[in-house]
């Protein structure tokens, strides 16, 4: 999947770059860059993600793991949940994360504000439809 790390590796540069901005298809969108840990391979790798911040709590966001709306959940959720924790790096600030999976109708409210503010999330869910729900995870920085 040598085009989709390409393409990572460029908004990454550009995120850093920007201290955390990003432009494209990106641009105003909030992005982290989620680093996180093979759970087989125990290799680092980071992850460009759209977040949703938490209106209350500073200190939490929420990722979706919808890979884009296809059949199956990124390897980076799964990464993820198997750590329970992970690093961010959120405009030009670095921090680590207890990471935690929303479900129920947390997880609903949390997706549907997103997909509100970004259509494109309704269409990922669309595209699942049947055949998983898109995960939600918190991000708490510890």
Do not use: C
Not at 11 to 20: H, L, T
Not at 56 to 70: N, P, R
Not at 74 to 84: E, T, V
């Amino acid at each position: 999947m040598p085009a989709a790390n390409d393409w990572n590796e460029k908004i990454i540069a550009e995120f850093r770059a920007n201290e955390g901005r990003v432009g494209g298809r990106f641009e105003g969108a909030p992005i982290v860059l989620v680093h996180h840990r093979g759970r087989n391979s125990g290799r680092e790798y980071v992850n460009p993600i759209m977040y949703l911040p938490d209106d209350s709590d500073g200190d939490t966001i929420y990722v979706f793991a919808t890979k884009a709306g296809a059949p199956s959940n990124p390897d980076w959720y799964h990464n993820l949940i198997a750590a329970g924790a992970g690093t961010v790096e959120r405009g030009a600030e670095t921090y680590h994360v207890i990471v935690r999976e929303v479900t129920g109708d947390s997880r609903d409210r949390v997706y549907d504000e997103q997909a509100r503010r970004y259509p494109g999330f309704a269409d990922y869910a669309q595209r699942t439809a049947g055949i998983r729900t898109i995960p939600v995870l918190e991000m708490r920085r510890s």
